[in-house]
């Protein structure tokens, strides 16, 4: 089954305590805190993998979590690593995180993209050490690892998306012209998911053809199969559109360009910008006066106009040319710039709470929502760190210190970041 999105839960692994100890040796007293800091946790890594096409594996699992961090030990020993979790998914995916919809990444290239980072290992007593507090007896607990859920979407690389109504002759053309081998039939709706067909020009030169299933009129809002798929002709470069020029199914070539083009403006205004080159097919069963009228109009609003019969591969030489020319002269692929996830949407986790402990007067925070804000948030940079003092204040943190009796000087302790508290 062709599946080309999902929506699904990742969580990165949390770092792992740090650990309280003291060192112990015959013949040396007082040897001292000794702890050692908790591992980091995995990591959740997107990575293209050639082999896969569709989204199907992610409708039988929904949740994926990366392997949390070891706790430290004596001798100050650091807890391991946890094992990063590799997800592969389909060349050409876009990442969304679900509730903002801003793209995370494009995985269109072969470099990998970390999702979701694994927490920070907590810090041993070792770190706690000062000429006032000798003998620390407490540790940190390792940061919690990120967590999103996300929308993966699949949205297919070809340099050109073959677009028509039902049964025009797209995968006949793309059978011929390609090695790619579609289903082909006379009758309605023999493509149910997107080909893929590879087009060679000659020695290192090729472009990808997609051919998408059939449109009809009303498929932008749901009607019929190439609704579903419209979204993979978004990243073509140019489109070829095939019209039975014949009418042998009693429909009027020219209101079938119009039907077509209509929809396109109304699935991504966009699309209809997109360059276009118009092949009108089944040549053979087309009259004369069919033939002319049809030629006129296309040719009349500036397009390129070709004639063939695709079964016997009559005039497709000539279309090729023409879109490998025009494919010469157009920018590459569509890429999806990432975006960061919203200050906000991190900041209204708030509402999760937070949790305070004070250990020889270092008042210990911790928060998952707020280890998000403080990875995000520069710490060298003034407006920066307002923000950051901003979010104390207004999610409670600061008067929550107060009621705990906290006083000038004191030690605020938030996983790897700690400050004297000032009023």
């Excluded at 989204?55 to 391991?80: P, W």
């Excluded at 790619?180 to 067909?197: C, E, S």
């Excluded at 059939?214 to 199969?225: F, Q, R």
């Excluded at 040549?283 to 006129?296: G, N, P, R, V």
Aim: aromatic share 8%; with cysteine.
């Amino acid at each position: 089954m062709f599946v080309d999105q999902a929506k699904i839960k990742i969580k990165a692994g949390d770092g792992g305590n740090g650990a309280v100890a003291f060192h112990r040796e015959k013949y040396v007293a007082s040897g001292g805190p000794d702890g050692g800091d908790g591992g980091k946790g995995g990591n959740i890594v997107f990575k293209v993998d050639d082999n896969l096409a569709t989204l199907s594996d992610f409708r039988y699992k929904r949740k994926y979590k990366a392997e949390n961090g070891s706790d430290g030990s004596g001798a100050r020993r650091t807890g391991k690593k946890g094992k990063d979790l590799v997800i592969r998914v389909p060349r050409g995916t876009i990442i969304r995180e679900a509730e903002s919809g801003v793209v995370m990444a494009d995985l269109s290239t072969d470099e990998e993209f970390i999702a979701a980072k694994g927490g920070k290992g907590g810090w041993g007593n070792t770190h706690f050490a000062s000429s006032t507090r000798q003998t620390p007896r407490f540790a940190k607990a390792g940061a919690p690892g990120e967590e999103w859920e996300v929308n993966l979407e699949l949205k297919l690389l070809a340099d050109v998306g073959l677009l028509g109504f039902p049964n025009v002759g797209k995968s006949s053309l793309i059978s011929v012209v390609s090695e790619a081998k579609p289903i082909v039939g006379d009758y309605h709706f023999t493509t149910i998911i997107p080909v893929l067909g590879v087009v060679r020009m000659g020695p290192e030169k090729s472009f990808v053809m997609a051919d998408i299933p059939g449109l009809i009129e009303g498929a932008a809002d749901g009607i019929g199969l190439g609704h579903e798929f419209l979204r993979h002709v978004e990243r073509c470069r140019m489109l070829v559109h095939i019209v039975d020029v014949a009418g042998s199914e009693g429909r009027d070539p020219i209101e079938d360009f119009e039907a077509i083009n209509s929809e396109l403006e109304k699935f991504n205004p966009e699309l209809a910008k997109c360059p276009q080159i118009v092949a009108g097919n089944k040549i053979d069963l087309a009259t004369d006066e069919q033939l002319a009228s049809f030629k006129k109009y296309i040719e009349d609003k500036g397009l390129q106009y070709f004639e063939i019969c695709a079964p016997i591969k009559h005039g497709t030489t000539e279309l090729i040319n023409a879109v490998a020319k025009m494919l010469d002269t157009l920018p590459p692929i569509k890429r999806y710039e990432s975006e960061p996830i919203p200050m906000s949407l991190i900041e209204s986790r708030s509402k999760d709470g937070f949790t305070v402990s004070v250990q020889d007067n270092v008042y210990i925070i911790e928060a998952d929502w707020l280890y998000r804000i403080l990875c995000q948030t520069d710490l060298d940079d003034y407006e920066s760190l307002q923000y950051f003092q901003r979010v104390l204040v207004s999610s409670g943190i600061i008067d929550e210190l107060k009621k705990r009796g906290i006083n000038e000087g004191d030690i605020v302790s938030i996983y790897d970041f700690e400050f004297e508290y000032i009023p």
